[in-house]
C-alpha cells in the first residue's frame, strides 16, 4: 500500500487539455439551450395563432355588422313596400289597410333600431334578456325545436312514423280504429 499515489487521477479520465470533461454538465447545458429554443418557438406559435384569431374574428364581426346593416335596409324597404301596399288598400278595405300599416310601422322602427347595431351590442342585448327571462328563452327554443323538429320529419324523403288510420272491412261494413 505504500506504492499507492492518491493525488493523481487516472489518465484516461482526462480530456485534451488536462481537465476532466464533464459530460453531465454539458448535456444539461445542450438541454437548457433546446428547451430555450422550444420554449420561443412555442411562444411565438401562440402569438401567431392569437393574431389570426384576432384578426378573424374581427374580420366574421365586421361582416356581421355589416349584414345586420343589410338586413335592417331590407326591413325598411319591406315596410316602405306594406305601406304602398296598405295606402292601396284603403279604397277596398280600411280595416285590413290599418293592420298592414300598423305592422309595416312596427318593422320600420325595428329596422331604424337595428340599423346602427353591431353583433356586440346584440349579444349583449340578448344576454341580459335571457338573464332577466329565462323560462321565456327556454320556452321559446322549446318551441322553435319543436317546429324545426316537425318540419323536418314531414320533409319529403324522411321516413315519418305511419298514420292511424281506421280500418274499414268490406264484410262487416264496421270501422275499426
Known amino acids: 500500500m505504500t506504492n499507492q499515489d492518491f493525488g493523481r487521477s487516472n489518465d484516461t479520465t482526462r480530456g485534451q487539455d488536462g481537465k476532466a470533461p464533464n459530460i453531465k454538465g454539458a448535456a444539461s447545458e445542450a438541454f437548457a439551450k433546446v428547451s430555450d429554443v422550444a420554449r420561443d418557438a412555442g ?24 349584414q345586420i346593416g343589410n338586413g ?33 310601422s ?3 322602427g325595428y329596422a331604424d333600431e337595428f340599423q346602427d347595431q353591431t353583433v356586440d351590442h346584440l349579444t349583449r342585448t340578448a344576454s341580459d334578456f335571457t338573464r332577466k327571462q329565462p323560462a321565456l328563452v327556454f320556452g321559446l327554443a322549446a318551441l322553435a325545436g319543436f317546429f324545426i323538429f316537425r318540419t323536418m320529419k314531414s320533409a319529403p324523403g324522411t321516413t315519418a312514423s305511419p298514420s292511424i288510420q281506421p280500418i274499414h272491412t268490406e264484410e262487416s261494413g264496421q270501422t275499426y280504429g
Open 43 to 66: 411562444s411565438k406559435a401562440k402569438e401567431v395563432a392569437s393574431e389570426t384569431a384576432f384578426t378573424v374574428t374581427e374580420q366574421v364581426k365586421e361582416l356581421l355588422d355589416r
Open 72 to 104: 335592417a335596409s331590407v326591413a325598411g324597404h319591406f315596410a316602405s313596400s306594406a305601406k304602398l301596399a296598405a295606402d292601396d288598400l284603403d279604397r277596398n278595405s280600411p280595416l285590413l289597410a290599418g293592420m298592414v300599416r300598423s305592422v309595416a
Open 106 to 108: 312596427k318593422v320600420e
